[in-house]
């Protein structure tokens, strides 16, 4: 008899494929030595903070020997640290935010979770495109909800409205986009994300009840040659951009997350939503978002980690591929390829990458298999040192 709740015992047997690589790179690692194996497998940034960040902490040490200098603050963040997040994400979102529009918790993944105990009934619904982050189904999960992937569009990877119109029920309570995409790197457009509230604002009046819009945006900040990444808080009442630091300012250790709310939401629904996000964010066991964070936060809001360097791997890594004959899509946003799996089977091809000490996670593991991820949180040396092995695992596929 197993000493966990059954939900769990079985989430440790199917372990996920990220920790699954994590794993079997450990032991390559071991074996032949870091240097010789090309991780590619977590969205773990590895740049530097900017120099803002630094700066933000000196500036607080100053006053880490005061009273109440950590002490518990407001359950949705410091006032003070509201208000800097607000006018920052007003200009960022072309929609006017205010203080009270915005909630501070721990990480993207915290208020996500804060924001899903807060509207979800037990067997409601969230849907999100396949293929999408893992951990969505975990979330949603951990409330009492039913999690469902809607296919997107084969090949382009974007967002399939037929599919998300066939999906919706009255049990729909939340509809989930991610944009730019991991895993895939697609950056919704404008047209995109305008026909999906759209969409929702349709299917919330022919149920009777709002569906709400959760933007998943941590990479917001990561587009490659000027796209738009176009903002869903100026089209729809019952949309929500939930977002973090984790990688515009490569501080996912910090944890350190918000929601913001559509100032088209009427005000008494806005208070009541808000009131219940402090109150989850509190009864979660989060309390208050990190003080340090938000110290850190308030320096270094408008600073952001160097992108051309992301901008140059993302090249590398495209040449890499097209070099050994792989089909992919250029990444638009974020940090990630997703190419094909030569042979169709991404679980054996990701075995025989493994042959090479290539670490990449099965498209199987994003519920999308025949593709494969690569994570390019790494030094440019480490993509172009692969490429042969890269062009091995490929040829051993006709
Ligand atoms: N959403 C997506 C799509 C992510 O890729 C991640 C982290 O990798 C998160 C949310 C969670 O980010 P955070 O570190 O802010 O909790």
Same mark, same amino acid.
């Given at each position: 008899?197993?000493?966990?709740?059954?939900?769990v015992?079985?989430y440790?047997e199917?372990?996920? /494929?990220?920790?699954?690589?994590?794993?079997?790179?450990?032991?390559?690692?071991?074996?032949?030595?870091?240097?010789?194996?090309y991780?590619?497998?977590?969205?773990?940034?590895?740049?530097?903070?900017p120099?803002?960040v630094?700066?933000?902490?000196?500036?607080? +040490?100053?006053?880490?020997?005061?009273?109440?200098?950590?002490g518990?603050?407001?359950?949705?963040?410091?006032? /003070?640290?509201?208000?800097?997040?607000?006018?920052?994400?007003?200009?960022?979102?072309?929609?006017?935010?205010?203080?009270?529009?915005?909630?501070?918790g721990?990480?993207? +993944?915290?208020?996500?979770?804060?924001?899903?105990?807060?509207?979800?009934?037990?067997g409601?619904?969230?849907?999100?495109?396949?293929?999408?982050?893992?951990?969505?189904?975990?979330?949603?999960?951990?409330?009492?909800?039913v999690?469902?992937?809607?296919?997107?569009?084969?090949?382009?990877?974007?967002?399939?409205?037929d599919?998300?119109?066939?999906?919706?029920?009255?049990?729909?309570?939340?509809?989930?986009?991610?944009?730019?995409?991991?895993?895939?790197?697609?950056?919704?457009?404008?047209?995109?994300?305008a026909?999906?509230?759209?969409?929702?604002?349709?299917?919330?009046?022919?149920?009777?009840?709002?569906i /709400?819009?959760?933007?998943?945006?941590?990479?917001?900040?990561?587009?490659?040659?000027?796209?738009?990444?176009?903002?869903?808080?100026?089209?729809?009442?019952?949309?929500?951009?939930?977002?973090?630091?984790?990688?515009s300012?490569?501080?996912?250790g910090?944890?350190?997350?918000?929601?913001?709310?559509?100032?088209?939401?009427?005000?008494?629904?806005?208070?009541?939503?808000?009131?219940?996000?402090?109150?989850?964010?509190?009864?979660?066991?989060?309390?208050?978002?990190?003080?340090?964070?938000q110290?850190?936060?308030?320096?270094?809001?408008?600073?952001?980690?160097?992108?051309?360097?992301?901008?140059?791997?993302?090249?590398?890594?495209?040449?890499?591929?097209?070099?050994?004959?792989?089909?992919?899509?250029?990444?638009?946003?974020?940090?990630?390829?997703?190419?094909?799996?030569?042979?169709?089977?991404?679980?054996?091809?990701?075995?025989?990458?493994?042959?090479?000490?290539?670490?990449?996670?099965?498209?199987?593991?994003?519920?999308?298999p025949?593709?494969f991820?690569?994570?390019?949180?790494?030094?440019?040396?480490?993509?172009?040192?692969?490429?042969e092995?890269?062009?091995?695992?490929?040829?051993t596929?006709?």
């Amino acid at each position: 008899m197993s000493i966990l709740a059954e939900s769990v015992a079985g989430y440790l047997e199917h372990a996920s /494929w990220i920790r699954r690589m994590f794993e079997a790179g450990g032991q390559l690692k071991a074996r032949y030595g870091a240097e010789n194996v090309y991780d590619f497998s977590l969205g773990n940034p590895d740049l530097p903070a900017p120099p803002a960040v630094a700066e933000g902490l000196k500036a607080f +040490a100053e006053h880490a020997h005061e009273p109440f200098a950590f002490g518990y603050m407001p359950n949705g963040g410091y006032p /003070w640290a509201r208000e800097k997040l607000a006018a920052h994400l007003s200009h960022e979102q072309g929609a006017h935010i205010a203080a009270e529009d915005v909630i501070l918790g721990c990480g993207a +993944a915290g208020v996500l979770n804060a924001f899903l105990r807060a509207v979800l009934n037990p067997g409601e619904e969230m849907l999100a495109f396949a293929p999408y982050f893992v951990e969505y189904g975990f979330y949603v999960s951990n409330h009492g909800g039913v999690f469902k992937a809607v296919p997107s569009k084969k090949d382009t990877f974007a967002p399939d409205l037929d599919a998300l119109e066939a999906a919706i029920t009255e049990k729909t309570r939340v509809v989930l986009i991610n944009s730019p995409h991991n895993p895939t790197g697609v950056v919704y457009k404008r047209k995109e994300v305008a026909a999906i509230a759209d969409l929702l604002l349709n299917k919330s009046q022919q149920y009777g009840k709002p569906i /709400w819009l959760i933007s998943d945006e941590p990479y917001r900040f990561l587009a490659y040659d000027g796209v738009e990444v176009p903002s869903v808080l100026p089209l729809y009442p019952y949309a929500v951009a939930i977002s973090s630091f984790s990688k515009s300012l490569s501080l996912p250790g910090e944890r350190l997350g918000y929601a913001a709310v559509s100032p088209l939401l009427p005000k008494e629904e806005k208070a009541q939503l808000m009131a219940g996000l402090t109150l989850t964010n509190r009864i979660l066991g989060f309390v208050n978002p990190p003080v340090v964070g938000q110290h850190i936060m308030a320096a270094a809001l408008g600073s952001q980690v160097d992108l051309s360097i992301y901008a140059a791997r993302r090249k590398a890594m495209a040449e890499v591929l097209t070099e050994a004959g792989y089909e992919f899509q250029m990444p638009a946003g974020a940090f990630y390829f997703f190419p094909k799996a030569p042979g169709g089977d991404d679980v054996s091809f990701v075995n025989a990458l493994l042959e090479e000490r290539i670490l990449a996670v099965p498209g199987t593991g994003f519920g999308c298999p025949g593709h494969f991820r690569l994570a390019f949180c790494v030094d440019e040396s480490v993509i172009r040192n692969a490429a042969e092995g890269f062009a091995k695992a490929r040829a051993t596929v006709k």
